[in-house]
Structure formats: structure tokens, C-alpha cells
């Protein structure tokens, strides 16, 4: 607060403060908190030590797609493809594992390090695909990423022909999949140390600002010399390579490759990062509020199935949250006071 | 002065550049530029130089090119025809982040910073200190306190851009292109919202880079500080160059007939003035976001009642709000003597009020669409233009065109996608629009942006023909001329609220002005002169 002026300073009262203080975390965590004291209060076996187990993996999952999710919406895009990605990175990491089984059959840490570099490369190459046509063909995301997301899938489906595919080494689903480390399941670890990374990229990197800058005012960033083209098509970039790393981990603990992994996924990142506070026009967004509202989500489906609410009304009341979010940011918007 | 050396250094080391490269003659020279929009040519055949420490003054009006030609110099786009040369060597493919590099620095109107980011962070967009990859936050942070310091502004370097008054605005702006060396430093009316005493230390700090050897454009139309620190004085209009003059040879009212091509005079039309009754009265209007505070003021039948003010200072949200299209948090509307409770834009229609918006093509026109179906749109339900939801096409056609020819569109193609049209003439189909039903009250807001000087005449030879009607015509315009000649009664709205009402006599320059500037002495205000009227 060095750098506000005198004036600043002096209307800002007690009141003014713990205000301030609501707007950068925002009511997120007032509710995230209120939520579980409810839950833990009226839920049975909500507080159980395999419950919140269980809830932590699965938020893992969410929280790394989320991330990704989150840069293409700053930089004012949105990405339809991840689902996909997930399914893809699924059955070709599986395939590429269960092909090398027999002739690699000494050597699991190869197959497991091939089987993960065809996973990534797949989504690397989806995501290239979708920054490149937006960034350059100026294609609108929207369109771009419906379609790569029927081509991923689709992809996906003829690889297998919708058949599980099974054969991946046994160490790769029992140490990294389902294996524990400190009581914990494997993913949680990678969904924490990609946060990390995330947000010292939003905050302590050039690439982060200008991903800020390119939503916030593209012609601004254009005019200030930032090569946004570049920018954009490595958020999109990121975005499919973490959904890619998202379905790697998935992949692991299912114990299969699966083309028909992931039907909710991509409305779920989109609904964490909305709930999280991350603008639709671009230019704002946090990653330790996505990862919060990433939690927020599982939380509330982990209650409805404890309270044994059919899945089919839990889909029709996760699209009501993602549309109320947006409706209470949108209000809270024109709210504020233009100076 | 102590409080200068740190930019001086900074200063110095591009200005030792410039004077190096001093022998080659000419900072910046370009010939035969071209520049053309759809439907527009922006800029034909324009010659313009630039010599060390000097400083170039581009004059003319909205829409005469001169943006066009400083975004060509700062990069944003390429000409289409001619040649730039910068120190004497032909650039091409020159692109915002090149132009930095070579040293040309441009400090926009239309502000290039991003809302969401910290001053400080805006300062530094495209050139981050860095280590390693990562982001040198203290030693920025000392680079933008040491800057902010020596210019002597009064900005925080943590607030986010989008809490900033427009004045803090563009006070960034100008930060922004002291952070790196300059040699040719391109201002865009650079003091439209500083206060007399930060353009004073504006001034100061050109009169340093001149005499180190930077090249400055300024765009202005202040005729006192044209004066002031002018060297030489481009005069633009409709995209041709019309002169290079030395700023001591030349009057404050030759300049503004060489701007307009015409006579003070001869360019706005006498008006006759036969109030009736009230049509429009606004009681105390506040709105919610409170760029309108406590607003009152009322437009009467056969009168034009002008509204003026800087820009920002909420006089286009006051009349967008009367339509329906700003929220109302409270005060009272009334149309022809009835309240309207909730404005939106359908009922005020129905009640004769409508309103041409300051952008044509964001809420004005659907470009893709046809004169016809644009001119039409809002009297569609109408029986002359359709019966039982069915579309009287051939009534349509004969109504539309009638109205197309009184307006004088060229050519009078009423199938003609409006896209293909020029400024002037998309205007005169947004009246179209006004024409194609009964109206009694028109909300102009800035009627004449971006239209060259012919169309400009027909818009006023229109508003002259309304009036005649017996309608009432509210002006709200940034152009202190048009609104001073036009109106027969003149509010000035300041920082949101509505500061004085002016008749006959008193709607003359100075004392316009005085109210612009309200919180700053009288002198100020004087020497803040805005172009022309002599």
C-alpha cells in the first residue's frame, strides 16, 4: 500500500478495510466454509476420513483441468476441447503402454515414460491446434474448440472402438494412480505442485502478465509490443496439456484407457472457474480461487451422493450453480461505481 | 529542477542517439501516404517531416486523419501507400513493439492500458525487467516511483488502472513513454484532461526533449498551447494534408478556416429560436453507477438546448439514461408532461422521444444489414412498413427512400449495406431512423463525431429543418464550437453534475470554459482555450 496517495489513506476506515479484504478473496471462502460446517453437521459420514479422501482425489483431477481452464478464459477465450483431451490422453497413453507390454516387458519405467509423452503429445498437439486456429485464423474459440473437441473424441472412439483398453504396467496403477504417499493420494500432490507453478506464473512472470494484459485490453497489450499471438497460443497450450495431465492421473486409478471418460469435465472446469471469480471477458482470474471453487464443487456432489440424490439431478443442479454464478457476478458488476 | 535530473539522464542518453543521427537531416519523413478503411479513405496522398527537437503540431478536426496518421507512425497499422522513413532509412513492416524499439513512443487519447493491471504494472507491459524468467518486482517498483517522482504526478503505483479518474488515466499514459529512451515522442491531445498545473509541468518537460534533440507530434486543438510551444502546424482535413505552416506565421483564425475549409460563419447555420412548451424534463436524476449526480434540466418544443463538458464528465450517460439505457437509481423523467417511470427504448419511442447514439456502428447500425431495413427498424410495427406482422415491402421502399432523399444520402441506394457507406452518410441513415416516425424530442449525441465538414453542414441544415417542426433538440457535444453556435441554451455539466444554464449572451467561450474547469482558477480555464471561435 506504499505507493496510494494521502487522501487514500485517510477515508480508509475500519469498515472500509475489512471491505477491501472481501473483495480480493471475494464470499468463495465464507461459503466454502459455511458449506462444510453444514455438511459436517447434517451429512453422515461426511467427515469420514475415506469421504474427504476420496473428495481430495477426485477435486485433484478438477483443480489441474480448472488451472488450465482458468488461462484461456483470462486470455479471453474459452476451451470446450478438455473433456476430449481427457479421453484422448486416456486411450492413447493406455494403447501406447498395452502395445509395448510384450516387447518392453523388462523395462516398466520406459513403457510408463512413452505411454506418458503419447498422453501429453496428443494434448500438446490439441492445444497447438486450437491456439494457432484462434491466434492466427482468428477463428472464435468457441467454434475452434467445438470442433477439436468432436475430432479428440471422435479420435478417441476409433482408436477403440469404445472398448476399455487394459494392459498398462502394474506399477504405474498401483504407485502412481492409487498409490498413497504420507497418507495421501498421489494426485493431490500433482494437483498442489501444478497450482504452485500457476500461480508463481501469474504472479512472478513476464507470461503471466501478459496473460492478464492480453483479456484485460488486447489492443492495449498489441500497443505496449507484447507479442500476444505467441501468448495466446501457449495458454491454449497449457490448458490441454494440463486436461492431458489431468487425464493421465485419471487414467492411472481407473486402471484403463477410456474413450468415454469424461462427459461432465469440461462443464465442470468451466463451472469452477466461474465460481472462482474468473471473468468470461477476460482479464481476471486466480488460481488459489479456482483451485477453492474446484473443492467447492466436488464437496457439494460428494454430499449429494452421501444423501443418495439420483446423478441425473445432480447434472440438472450443477448447471443451475454455473448459471447463478455467472448471474451474481454480472450483478455485482454493475453494482460498482465507474470513478 | 533537481527534481528532472533522473529523466534528464534517461533523456539524454536517446537524445545523444538523436543528436548523432542529427546530420542525416530529417527525424521521420513520410510521402504519399495512404491509409484506406472500408468505405473510408482515411488519409490520401499525406507528406509529413519531422526534424529534431522540434515540435510538429498536427491540426484538424475529428475524422481528418490525424489519428490515422499518428497510429501509421506508432505502428498500429501499415499505410497502404507511401514511403516512412525514420533517420533517414525506410522502414517497413513497422509493428507497435518495432516502433518502441527504434524509439518512437506514442501516448494514445484512446488510452492503451489494461483496466485490470496496477499503474505499475501497465507501465512496464512489454518490457518487464526480469531475471532468470522472473518478474524483478522491487527494482520496477524503484523504476516507476523514481519516474512517477521526476514528472511529478500524483499517481500510486499499486492501484489497479480501472479505479483511476480519466485525468490519472492519461498521466500513465504519458509515464508510460518516459520509461524508455525516446526519439520521436508522439502526444494525442495530451493535456484534454490535466490540470493546468500538470500541463504546466508537461510543458517543462517538452521544452527539455526538444532542446535534447527528440522529435515531438503533438495533436492539439488548444489554440494557446498551440501557440505556445508549436514549431511548425500540419493542417489535415478529410485525409488530405492542407498545409505545413511555421506556427509564428500564421493566425489563430486562419488556422481554424484552414481546418474547416470554410468560414466560422458559413459552417453553422442560423437557427431561429421560437420556444414552446416543455417536452422533456428531468428532475434530479441520479444514476446508479453515478457518472449522473443529481442532474436537473429541461428541453422545450422549437428550441436546441445544448449540453457540454469535458469529456467523461457524464453528459452522454445523462441522455443515454432518459432513453432507457443507463441505470436510473433515482429522480423523475417526464415526456410531454407524463412521468416515465421505467425508461426503456420502446416505450420512449411510443412517447416521440428517440435517441442517436456517439457510436454508429456499436449501437447504431447493423452493418451487414441495408439502408432500407436500418432506416426502418424502429418504426417496423408501424402499418406503412408492415400489416399484421407481415412486411409491407413496397410501402417500406417508397417511405424509406422519401426520407433518404430529403437527408441527401450519396448515392440515395437504399439496398446499399450500410458497411459500404461513409461517416457522414451512415449518420444520415441513423436520422433516417429518427424520420420514419413521429418524434418530438431528439437526443443528439455527438452528432458530427467523425464526419467531414460537408456532412456536417447537412446535419446542422437538418436539425435547422426539425426545429422548424416544432420538435425539441437536445445537443450533447464534445465540440465546444458546435455546441456554443448551435444552441440557443446551454447547460455545462462538470464531474457528473450539472454546473451552469447559459442563454444568449452568455454562451460564449470564456465563460463556457470557466464551468469546464470549475474547481481551478478563472485564468486557467482561459488559457485551456479550445479551438476556434474568434
Known amino acids: ?339 | 529542477m533537481t527534481e528532472m535530473t533522473t529523466v534528464k539522464s534517461s533523456v539524454i542518453g536517446a537524445a545523444r542517439a538523436a543528436l548523432a543521427a542529427r546530420d542525416d537531416g530529417l527525424l521521420l519523413e513520410l510521402s504519399g501516404v495512404s491509409k484506406y478503411f472500408p468505405g473510408v479513405v482515411a488519409l490520401d496522398g499525406v507528406d509529413f517531416d519531422l526534424r529534431h527537437g522540434e515540435v510538429h503540431v498536427l491540426f484538424g478536426e475529428n475524422g481528418a486523419g490525424k489519428s490515422t496518421l499518428i497510429n501509421i507512425i506508432a505502428g498500429t497499422y501499415p499505410q497502404d501507400a507511401g514511403d516512412f522513413k525514420f533517420q533517414g532509412e525506410v522502414v517497413t513492416h513497422l509493428t507497435p513493439h518495432t516502433a518502441r524499439m527504434i524509439g518512437i513512443s506514442p501516448v494514445f487519447q484512446e488510452f492503451s492500458l489494461v483496466p485490470e493491471l496496477t499503474v505499475e504494472q501497465n507501465l512496464f507491459l512489454g518490457r518487464e525487467l526480469t531475471r532468470g524468467g522472473f518478474l524483478r518486482l522491487p527494482a520496477m517498483r524503484a523504476r516507476a516511483m523514481e519516474i512517477i517522482r521526476d514528472l511529478a504526478f500524483d499517481l500510486g503505483p499499486d492501484r489497479k488502472v480501472r479505479d483511476l479518474s480519466r485525468a490519472h488515466q492519461q498521466m500513465v499514459e504519458i509515464t508510460k513513454a518516459f520509461l524508455t529512451d525516446v526519439r520521436l515522442l508522439i502526444l494525442d491531445e495530451p493535456t484534454a484532461s490535466l490540470t493546468e498545473a500538470e500541463a504546466t509541468k508537461l510543458f517543462d518537460l517538452i521544452a527539455k526533449l526538444k532542446a535534447s534533440g527528440v522529435g515531438i507530434i503533438y495533436v492539439s486543438h488548444r489554440m494557446r498551447e498551440i501557440k505556445q510551444i508549436a514549431d511548425r502546424i500540419t493542417v489535415l482535413r478529410d485525409g488530405h494534408k492542407i498545409t505545413t505552416v511555421r506556427a509564428g506565421d500564421v493566425s489563430e483564425n486562419e488556422l481554424v478556416e484552414l481546418m474547416t475549409g470554410r468560414k466560422i460563419g458559413v459552417l453553422f447555420p442560423q437557427i431561429d429560436h421560437s420556444p414552446g412548451k416543455n417536452l422533456l424534463e428531468v428532475e434530479n436524476l441520479t444514476l446508479a453507477n453515478h457518472s449522473v449526480n443529481d442532474v436537473s434540466f429541461y428541453a422545450r418544443a422549437g428550441e436546441i438546448t445544448g449540453i457540454a463538458g469535458l469529456v467523461g464528465c457524464g453528459k452522454s450517460e445523462l441522455v443515454r439514461a432518459i432513453y432507457g439505457l443507463e441505470v436510473v437509481s433515482s429522480g423523475t423523467i417526464r415526456v410531454n408532461g407524463e412521468v416515465v417511470t421505467h425508461p426503456f427504448p420502446a416505450s420512449l419511442l411510443k412517447r416521440g422521444l428517440c435517441y442517436f447514439p456517439s457510436d454508429r456502428v456499436a449501437e447504431g447500425l447493423a452493418l451487414a444489414r441495408p439502408v432500407r431495413e436500418n432506416a426502418s427498424m424502429a418504426a417496423i410495427y408501424q402499418p406503412t412498413y408492415s400489416r399484421w406482422r407481415v412486411l409491407q415491402r413496397g410501402s417500406e421502399r417508397r417511405a424509406i427512400q422519401t426520407i433518404v432523399d430529403k437527408l441527401k444520402l450519396r448515392p440515395p441506394h437504399i439496398e446499399r449495406a450500410v458497411a459500404k457507406l461513409s461517416g457522414g452518410n451512415r449518420q444520415k441513415v441513423l436520422l433516417a431512423r429518427g424520420l420514419t416516425r413521429d418524434i418530438t424530442v431528439f437526443l443528439f449525441d455527438e452528432p458530427t463525431v467523425g464526419i467531414d465538414v460537408g456532412a456536417k453542414i447537412e446535419v446542422y441544415e437538418l436539425m435547422k429543418a426539425l426545429l422548424a417542426t416544432g420538435v425539441a433538440i437536445v445537443l450533447v457535444s464534445s465540440e465546444l464550437p458546435e455546441v456554443m453556435n448551435l444552441s440557443h441554451r446551454l447547460y455545462v455539466m462538470h464531474r457528473s453534475r450539472m454546473v451552469a444554464e447559459l442563454n444568449g449572451a452568455d454562451i460564449n467561450e470564456p465563460e463556457v470554459l470557466s464551468h469546464f474547469f470549475r474547481e481551478q482558477s478563472p485564468d486557467m480555464a482561459e488559457s485551456s482555450r479550445i479551438a476556434s471561435v474568434p
Not at chain 1, 496473460?211 to 490448458?239: D, E, H, M
Not at chain 1, 483451485?291 to 447434472?315: G, V, Y
Request: proline content about 3%.
Open chain 1, 1 to 339: 500500500m506504499g505507493g496510494r496517495t494521502t487522501s487514500d489513506l485517510a477515508s480508509t476506515s475500519s469498515s472500509d478495510r475489512l471491505y477491501r479484504a472481501y473483495e480480493t478473496v471475494g464470499f468463495l471462502p465464507i461459503v466454502l466454509v459455511t458449506l462444510v460446517a453444514i455438511l459436517a453437521l447434517f451429512v453422515p459420514h461426511f467427515l469420514a476420513v475415506q469421504n474427504i479422501f476420496n473428495v481430495l482425489r477426485s477435486s485433484s483431477y478438477l483443480v489441474i483441468m480448472a488451472a488450465g481452464q482458468m488461462l484461456v478464459l483470462i486470455v479471453g477465450g474459452f476451451d470446450l476441447s478438455v473433456g476430449a483431451v481427457v479421453a484422448l490422453t486416456s486411450v492413447s497413453s493406455a494403447m501406447v503402454m498395452a502395445g509395448l507390454k510384450d516387447s518392453l516387458a523388462d523395462e516398466p519405467g520406459i513403457i510408463v515414460f512413452l505411454g506418458v509423452a503419447a498422453g501429453i503429445g496428443s494434448g500438446l498437439a490439441v492445444g497447438l491446434i486450437n491456439g494457432l486456429c484462434v491466434a492466427f485464423l482468428r477463428i472464435s474459440p468457441f467454434m475452434v474448440t467445438l470442433g477439436s473437441m468432436s475430432i479428440a473424441t471422435g479420435v478417441a472412439l476409433l482408436l477403440t472402438n469404445g472398448i476399455p483398453v487394459y494392459g498398462m504396467p502394474k506399477v504405474y496403477v498401483d504407485a502412481f494412480g492409487r498409490g498413497l504417499w504420507m497418507q495421501l493420494p498421489t494426485a493431490v500432490y500433482l494437483a498442489a505442485v501444478i497450482v504452485a507453478l500457476v500461480w508463481v506464473m501469474q504472479n512472478f512472470t513476464r507470461m503471466g502478465r501478459y496473460i492478464f494484459a492480453i483479456g484485460g485490453n488486447l489492443q492495449a497489450a498489441i500497443v505496449s509490443g507484447v507479442r500476444t499471438k505467441t501468448y495466446l497460443v501457449l495458454a491454449y497450450a497449457i490448458c490441454s496439456v494440463l486436461a492431458s495431465v489431468s487425464g493421465l492421473a485419471l487414467t492411472a486409478q481407473i486402471g484403463s484407457g477410456q474413450a468415454v471418460i469424461s462427459s461432465q469435465l469440461t462443464l465442470e472446469s468451466i463451472a469452477a472457474a466461474v465460481i472462482a471469480g474468473v471473468s468470461l471477458k477476460g482479464g481476471v482470474g486466480r488460481v488459489e480461487m479456482v483451485t477453492l471453487a474446484a473443492f467447492f464443487l466436488l464437496i457439494l456432489t460428494d454430499a449429494m451422493d452421501l444423501l443418495k440424490i439420483d446423478p441425473r439431478i445432480q447434472t440438472i443442479f450443477l448447471g443451475i450453480i454455473v448459471v447463478l454464478a455467472v448471474a451474481v457476478d454480472e450483478m455485482a458488476k454493475r453494482r460498482t461505481p465507474v470513478v
